[in-house]
C-alpha cells in the first residue's frame, strides 16, 4: 500500500488521449472512505512505463476528502478531493468526486464519477477541465490550472447545501 507521499509519476510520452490519460474512478475508492483510509494505484503501459499514486482520506466533519498524493516532473504533489454524495432512487447513497481545479481562475466544482490527468496538466481533473471532451487541445493548453483549497471546495459544499436545503 502507498503511504503518504509514495507515489510516483513518470512523463507520458503518448498521444493525449481519454484511453492514455491516466483515470480514477469513484468506485474504486468507496470502500477507503472511512477514517485512515488509504491505498495506491498503479499504471503500466506496453513500453513498460508505469505511473503510480497514493491517496489517504481525511475527513472535514461528515465530509470525506481524499487526498491524491504523488511525485509529477519533480515536485510533490498532494490534491484535496471532496467528495459528496447523491440520493439514489431506492434510499441509499451515490458516491462522486468534486472536480478539484480551478480553470482561468474559475473553480470547476463539477460533480463526477472518475477524474484524469493528462500531459499537459500534473493534476487530476474532471474530464471537462482536462481538455479531453468539447474543447479543442489548443484552447484547453492555453489557460492555467491550479489545484483548489480545500477550504475553497468546502465553502463551495456548504453554499450548495444551503441551497439545496440539506442540513
Ligand atoms: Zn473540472
Not at 21 to 26: D, E, H, P, Q
Request: aromatic letters at 12%; one cysteine or more.
Amino acid at each position: 500500500m502507498g503511504g503518504l507521499g509514495s507515489g510516483t509519476w513518470f512523463r507520458l510520452s503518448q498521444k493525449d488521449t481519454v484511453e492514455r490519460s491516466l483515470v480514477l474512478a469513484v468506485k474504486d475508492f468507496r470502500k477507503s472512505l472511512h477514517p485512515y483510509g488509504s491505498g495506491s494505484f498503479t499504471w503500466t503501459w506496453g513500453s513498460g512505463a508505469q505511473a503510480s499514486i497514493g491517496y489517504s482520506v481525511t475527513f472535514h466533519g461528515d465530509c470525506p476528502i481524499v487526498n491524491l498524493e504523488y511525485r509529477s516532473f519533480g515536485q510533490e504533489i498532494r490534491i484535496p478531493v471532496r467528495m459528496q454524495t447523491t440520493p439514489t432512487q431506492f434510499g441509499g447513497q451515490r458516491w462522486w468526486f468534486t472536480c478539484p481545479l480551478i480553470v482561468g481562475g474559475v473553480p470547476c466544482q463539477r460533480r463526477v464519477g472518475k477524474l484524469y490527468s493528462s500531459r499537459w496538466s500534473r493534476y487530476f481533473g474532471c474530464r471537462t477541465c482536462q481538455g479531453l471532451t468539447y474543447r479543442s487541445c489548443q484552447e484547453a493548453h492555453s489557460e492555467e490550472r491550479r489545484v483548489g483549497t480545500i477550504e475553497g471546495q468546502l465553502e463551495y459544499l456548504d453554499a450548495l447545501k444551503r441551497r439545496e436545503g440539506i442540513e
